[in-house]
């Protein structure tokens, strides 16, 4: 057996207002699923204005959170990270994902055949582009499907020189759909005749990802947040933030009729919510060949925790849709001090650390 070459690999999610950390340590390997014991997880909320829409604004400040995190707060029981290996996330509104087919056997692809399918998929000139690309499973000979993601060449190169200013190691940056979808997606099951969606509700965006025929189909990203809902509820109610974020937190989506107000509010966010899914549903199933129907949505991101939510959008949408479990695909045991409700925002992050604890030599997965 090859062991990973990338020691205590970790997984690094960046977001506008957040950075979490996953380390998993690799153990053995039952069936199909790998064990794993989680050495670290842990996030640091970032201030405002420091990285706004995923464009690293004040990239000092961003490095000395970063430092911060990796390093651990003795006080909380926090071990820094060892290991200089990371697997990190690119933001997701900055990215192409792309499946494209090509005539040939997998083991003749070499890499002219990708480059020249970059130049004719993505709107990117030569030199501009930071690309990813992975083989997917497929029954017919002489075909191979390959899952591409690009990435603007200067963000990638702002997210390098980041990491790299603190001493880390690249090992991979991973679009943050197709991580969230490592961790959220059942690894050994097949879906036959049906697909899945995975919505990812943040801080600051919402990330819908179709998962059909054994691979990410697309990723949309759609205009609802905790942020949204606590930006609405201070101009609407004229509260500041701290209370916008207690009233979220306290009622959700469930309905009260001495908080009425809270709710006509979150009401209308989510009637926005479930139309700009409804569009991204349609889109999918009149542009996508052979595509199977969706019949469940698996939620992540810490909004998920909002009251009612789950079972909201089930009635409206007229799909199941329901919190994931985000350590299905780990088998670990030791998950304590990431009770389940937060663990939901460590979706993205564990996938992350899913990628950065298997060995990149032997992985065959599509994810
Ligand atoms: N019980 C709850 N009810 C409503 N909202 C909640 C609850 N718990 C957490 N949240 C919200 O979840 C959000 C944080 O989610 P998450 O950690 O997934 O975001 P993020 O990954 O940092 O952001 P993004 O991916 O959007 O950039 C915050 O807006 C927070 O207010
Ligand atoms: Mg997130």
Redesign the pocket.
């Known amino acids: 057996m090859i062991t990973n070459p990338f020691e205590n690999a970790f997984g690094l ?1 960046i ?4 950075m ?1 950390v996953v380390q998993l340590q690799g153990k053995k390997r039952y069936l199909r699923t790998p064990s794993y014991k989680l050495k670290a997880a842990r ?1 640091i909320t970032l201030p405002y204005g420091l990285i706004v829409n995923g464009e690293l604004e004040q990239p000092e400040m961003v490095r000395k959170y970063l430092m911060y995190l990796l390093e651990g707060n003795p006080k909380k029981n926090q071990k820094p990270i060892n290991g200089p290996w990371v697997v990190a996330s690119l933001p997701e509104n900055r990215n192409f994902i792309k499946q494209i087919a090509i005539d040939k056997e997998p083991d003749d692809i070499v890499e002219e055949d990708i480059l020249y399918l970059v130049k004719k998929h993505f709107p990117f000139e030569d030199n501009e582009y930071h690309l990813d690309w992975q083989l997917l499973p497929t029954p017919s000979r002489n075909k191979s499907v390959v899952l591409m993601g690009a990435a603007p060449k200067h963000v990638a190169d702002m997210y390098t020189y980041l990491l790299e200013s603190v001493g880390l190691g690249i090992v991979g940056l991973d679009i ?1 759909s197709l991580a969230t979808a490592r961790s959220m997606i059942t690894a050994e099951k097949e879906y036959v005749g049906e697909a899945r969606a995975i919505l ?8 819908f990802i179709v998962y059909d025929n054994n691979s990410v189909k697309f990723s949309q990203m759609i205009p609802f ?3 949204l ?2 930006t609405a509820l201070t101009q609407k109610l004229k509260i500041d933030f701290k209370k916008a ?1 207690e009233l ?2 306290q009622y ?1 989506c469930e309905f009260d009729s001495s908080k009425k107000e809270v709710w006509d509010v979150i009401s209308g966010l989510i009637g926005t919510l479930v139309s700009e899914i409804e569009k991204a549903l349609r889109f999918y199933y009149s542009h996508f060949e052979n595509a199977n129907k969706i019949n469940h949505i698996t939620m ?4 998920t ?3 009612k ?1 789950p079972e909201l959008l089930s009635e409206k949408l007229g799909i199941e849709s329901e919190p994931g479990h985000v350590w299905k695909n780990l088998r670990v045991h030791n998950t304590k001090s990431l009770p389940s ?1 937060k663990a ?5 992050a564990i996938g992350l650390a899913l990628r950065a604890a298997d060995n990149p030599y032997t992985q065959k997965d599509s994810l």
């Open positions: 999610d977001s506008d207002l957040s979490k996030s943050e990812d509700i943040g801080a600051t965006k919402t990330i947040s905790g942020e809902i606590n974020e979220k937190i959700g992540c991101g810490g909004v925790n909002m009251k939510l409700e939901l925002s460590f979706a993205t």
